[in-house]
């Protein structure tokens, strides 16, 4: 038995769910990962990735030396390099001076619109803080944006219509106070595995009902009271046809709507043509299942909501995610313990991201860059003239690269994203990375983006620097310095605020912005000097248990559940809405729906987990086909076969498996070598402009010999 010489609280990198692990560290050496049984959110729970999937740090692979291709790369010619031996290594001197020397040569050639940066979900809310920093007080530019543009943004636009807030509005452990409560668009055991466990508690412990909308069978399902199981792409005929069961049989809450609501008659008169059959005829869900649902949530006590991207990764997601605003809204099932309307986040900090203001319409604590009011208040912060910071709102993740020409995005600046494998229509994605005149990497490896850079600036791990993540809860918790960064990697925050130095000086600004600071907590405070939300969080106050914000001073306990008086918009707003199709239907040349997602041994883009152990217990992509379909197809488990659609194809092997729906075939996005976003569609939701990653056409074709011949075999491991 190891002894430690000691161990470090801190907070999981992985999923949104923000558990407690205490690392425990041998010769600086982390061998173990514990989390103790009174941690609030996780109650000594961990998944697969949170106990074990932190071996990614240590990995051969591992960029720890400040890099720069040796091949001067250009527009229209830039190419990938993940041979080594296509860099040159550098000092971080010589590495920052010549991203300052390039970002200031195009800022002053073309202006803030040819400046752009991907902030990074993975990064602290210090991190985050500064990098949106540094674009918008020196280069004077909004167009700073991260991955919740392509995870949460319909269901961020929803909330801020209906209610003027953007996040959670109550904590996930409460699902054991509700009656009812509806999972929909989550595979909530394989995306946020403790919170799943809370969810099977309150079924099995406390005899709650529970309602899955999802058009896969997942293993909720074998808990739930009722399974809905939708057709992709028809969230709002389903969730108005509930609404619509919910006004005509008198279950609305009339004192709720008349006190804290406005827009309901027009509401209501909007839902006359989505009826159950219509429903039924269009979703696929039979009618009487969506009748039994409605009056299930909304004669509950308490009655609770919860999803996940198949809400918002939709042309229709803002839509969609106000589907489900309005049932809360309806029937009062908002601002009390065990209720409410709960986004589940898919990174460790997508939500301390956002608040910290890597958006292009928000300033940190969601203040809108388009008004006076907020730019003055951040112009004071940050030593700036009065004016100086940019008025309009910029471009989004999906709009930053296909801006990439000239007179649009000539420089992007990429901390710990991973575009490559994330945007949808990848074949037209990287003719966008070819076009930049200058890429800036900024991470841990070398992955399918950080291979187009010019430069690689090499940063350390969740463990080996401070600050602080948030998570799905609103919950800030500590992150904690646990080992010595390997190599001559640095902390995201070093980093950065060395660089703005430098580009500072180029530009000769006659005062500086600020960027020498004590550590992490004086970034975190002069955030929350203006974003108010935050004013009462101090790293004291955090340092065993997290905060929830709001927490406006520091004598306040921070705030489990919102909305119990009011809403940040005065009253809650019902908006009538229309039911527009995916943007790409089936037909007789590609007959099938595809529709993409994540597994429990993977994250995301796969520059974490498939630098892990956990890569062997799912190593190769599978494409996951209901048994009806495998047999007009002739194939079975394990077999070849090649999925195109209009874009681009794949091939990989074939799981023949129940949680399928017959018409809608199912691949995981973390396989550059299968990457299931050479599928999808680049179609936008019109008001959050995410893309639709969860519903495209495609058609399945037998593998050629030689194809098949280049798949590894199939092999049972992990869960199979």
Not at 107 to 121: F, I
Not at 405 to 416: D, S
Not at 430 to 436: A, G, I, S, T
Not at 671 to 692: G, M, V
Request: glycine share 8%; hydrophobic share 40%; proline share 6%.
């Amino acid at each position: 038995m190891i002894t430690p010489d000691r161990i470090v609280s801190t907070t999981c990198p992985y999923c949104g769910v923000g558990c407690n692990l205490h690392l425990h560290i041998k010769d600086d050496f982390i061998y173990r990962i514990t989390s103790p049984h009174d941690a609030v959110v996780n109650k000594g729970n961990l998944c697969v990735k949170g106990r074990f999937g932190y071996d990614f740090m240590y990995h051969p692979d591992r960029v720890v030396t400040p890099l720069i291709r040796k091949t001067p790369q250009r527009p229209g010619q830039r190419t990938q390099a993940f041979d080594r031996n296509e860099w040159l290594e550098a000092s971080w001197e010589e590495a920052l001076d010549y991203v300052a020397d390039r970002l200031v040569e195009i800022y002053q050639r073309d202006g803030s619109r040819a400046m752009a940066v991907y902030c990074c979900a993975k990064a602290t809310n210090e991190d985050n803080y500064l990098l949106q920093k540094m674009f918008r007080a020196l280069f004077r530019t909004n167009n700073v944006d991260h991955c919740t543009r392509l995870c949460h943004a319909g269901s961020v636009v929803a909330l801020q219509m209906a209610l003027g807030t953007s996040a959670m509005s109550n904590t996930a452990s409460e699902v054991i106070y509700s009656d009812c409560f509806i999972v929909t668009g989550s595979n909530t055991t394989e995306n946020h595995p403790i919170i799943a466990l809370q969810m099977k508690e309150a079924v099995r412990k406390h005899g709650a009902n529970l309602i899955v909308i999802d058009p896969r069978r997942l293993e909720l399902c074998d808990y739930a009271a009722l399974w809905l199981p939708l057709k992709p792409g028809t969230n709002v005929p389903l969730f108005s046809a509930m609404a619509h069961v919910i006004v005509k049989e008198g279950l609305v809450n009339h004192e709720f709507i008349a006190t804290r609501t406005t827009g309901y008659d027009e509401f209501v008169r909007s839902l006359e043509p989505f009826t159950p059959e219509y429903a039924e005829q269009v979703a696929g869900v039979d009618r009487n299942l969506i009748a039994e649902a409605a009056r299930m949530y909304a004669t509950a006590r308490n009655g609770a909501i919860y999803w996940g991207m198949g809400i918002s990764q939709f042309s229709n997601g803002t839509a969609s995610a106000l589907g489900l605003i309005h049932l809360a809204l309806l029937t009062g099932h908002i601002g009390r313990l065990g209720t409410g309307l709960n986004p589940l986040r898919g990174q460790n900090n997508v939500q301390g991201a956002s608040d910290a203001g890597a958006m292009p319409f928000h300033y940190p604590g969601y203040m809108e860059v388009d008004k006076e009011e907020n730019a003055r208040k951040w112009e004071k912060a940050w030593n700036i003239e009065p004016g100086g910071l940019n008025r309009t709102r910029g471009l989004t993740t999906t709009e930053i690269l296909a801006h990439a020409h000239p007179g649009g995005v000539r420089a992007l600046y990429i901390m710990g994203e991973n575009p490559m494998m994330t945007e949808p229509n990848l074949n037209v994605t990287r003719q966008h990375m070819e076009q930049l005149e200058f890429l800036v990497a900024q991470d841990i490896f070398i992955n399918e983006s950080g291979a187009f850079a010019d430069v690689f600036l090499p940063a350390t791990s969740w463990a080996e620097k401070e600050g602080a993540f948030t998570n799905t809860d609103r919950r800030v918790q500590r992150v904690r310095r646990a080992i010595a960064p390997r190599g001559q990697s640095r902390p995201d925050a070093e980093i950065i605020c060395d660089l703005a130095q430098r580009i500072e000086a180029r530009l000769g600004r006659p005062t500086s912005a600020g960027w020498r600071y004590t550590g992490p907590e004086e970034i975190f405070r002069e955030m929350a000097s203006v974003a108010t939300m935050f004013a009462g969080i101090t790293y004291d106050r955090i340092d065993k248990v997290g905060l929830q914000y709001p927490v406006p001073d520091e004598k306040h306990p921070g705030t489990p559940f919102l909305f119990a008086d009011s809403f940040p918009s005065g009253r809650g707003r019902f908006f009538p809405l229309e039911y527009v199709p995916v943007a790409e239907e089936v037909d007789d040349e590609y007959p099938f729906i595809l529709t993409t997602g994540r597994l429990l041994e993977h994250w995301h883009g796969g520059t974490m987990t498939r630098h892990s152990q956990l890569d062997a217990l799912y190593p190769t992509p599978l494409v996951e086909i209901h048994e009806i379909d495998a047999a007009r197809l002739a194939v079975k488990t394990g077999d070849a076969v090649r999925v195109s659609s209009r874009r681009g194809s794949v091939t990989l092997r074939v799981e023949v498996s129940p949680k399928a729906r017959p018409g809608v075939v199912f691949i995981p996005m973390h396989f550059t070598e299968a990457a299931a976003n050479l599928l999808t569609i680049d179609a936008l939701d019109p008001q959050a402009k995410i893309p639709e990653f969860k519903a495209c056409a495609v058609n399945i074709q037998i593998a050629e010999p030689h194809e098949a011949a280049q798949l590894p075999e199939l092999v049972a491991r992990g869960r199979y």
